[in-house]
């Protein structure tokens, strides 16, 4: 019998991966089709960026993943509910921390990295860099789902929904329009992946509220974000492209995203515990 569960639980897991995978390839594919190979450089570069990002917010949700396993396995579902809320939003900032400097300097550093900067490319990144974004919206809920066991309708949703990209990409493409079109739909998917995430979730267990995920969490880190980086955007343009201009400006994102994420994407609570430690570890050694 465990071993049914074990293999079945794997099962549901490959499909998801399968589809991921697909849709990534035949992206890919359909790019190539119409554009040719340098396309595809493009994107390989793009894809090379954003995982550099990732890998950062990715360590640092490992941390709780655990933690949110341990508390549902032991009946703690508020507890568990408390640390999914707060990984979503924490996993976002992260992310929006690291996007925005790389954002409003995009190009100085390509020109860096690369000299010769594939078309397109700029482009690229920006969109997978803001799918990545709003994807890990949802990634404390789906470490939350995998506890429960019940993955089956889960995993063959969010390959359902990301596949949907392929058939939109083509079309459009077909009509004409330009390459970073086929990347849009992304965007799209993954929002959508993000509310059917956590749809299932309450499905399962009522006592998460998709009103307060809603309200508390997508609202308040996209409306932090969106400030952030329209704010970001203004003072970059009073900056000419150099390395100490590089740094300068990636120090001011920083600290402005960090003031906006206080002021904005956290509530009342959140800033008295952050008050808190800042006094208990910073000021108390000084």
């Known amino acids: 019998k465990k071993f049914k569960e074990m293999s079945s639980y794997a099962s549901w897991t490959m499909v998801g991966t399968l589809g991921f995978t697909v849709k990534e390839q035949i992206s890919n594919i359909i790019l190539n089709h119409f554009f040719g190979t ?7 570069v793009a894809g090379q960026v954003c995982s550099a990002i990732n890998l950062f917010a990715t360590n640092f949700f490992m941390a709780m993943s655990p933690q949110i396993t341990k508390q549902y396995a032991g009946g703690n579902i508020e507890e568990s509910k408390k640390l999914v809320y707060v990984g979503a939003k924490f996993t976002f900032f992260l992310l929006q921390i690291l996007i925005i400097p790389v954002i409003i300097n995009l190009e100085y550093i390509l020109q860096l990295w690369l000299v010769d900067v594939p078309k397109y490319t700029t482009e690229f990144i920006i969109i997978i860099l803001l799918s990545t ?29 990301l596949l949907t990209e392929l058939p939109i990409a083509y079309i459009l493409l077909k009509i004409g329009y330009p390459p970073t079109y086929a990347l849009l739909p992304a965007l799209l998917t993954n929002f959508i992946c993000v509310l059917f995430r956590f749809y299932l979730l309450q499905k399962m267990l009522p006592q998460y509220s998709l009103k307060f995920y809603i309200s ?24 000419v492209p150099s390395f100490i201009n590089l740094i300068l400006t990636s120090a001011i994102s920083i600290l402005m995203s960090v003031f906006i994420i206080y002021l904005i994407g956290l509530e009342k609570k959140e800033r008295t515990i952050i008050k808190e430690l800042f006094h208990q570890k910073i000021l108390h050694k000084c």
């Open 216 to 239: 508390n969490i997508i609202f308040r880190c996209i409306f932090a974000f969106i400030l952030s980086i329209a704010i970001c955007i203004y003072i970059s343009h009073f900056f």
């Open 133 to 161: 974004l709003i994807g890990s919206l949802s990634n404390s809920v789906t470490t939350a789902l995998q506890a429960t066991g019940k993955i089956k309708t889960f995993q063959i949703g969010v390959a359902l929904i």
């Open 38 to 44: 340098l396309i595809n450089a493009a994107r390989g």
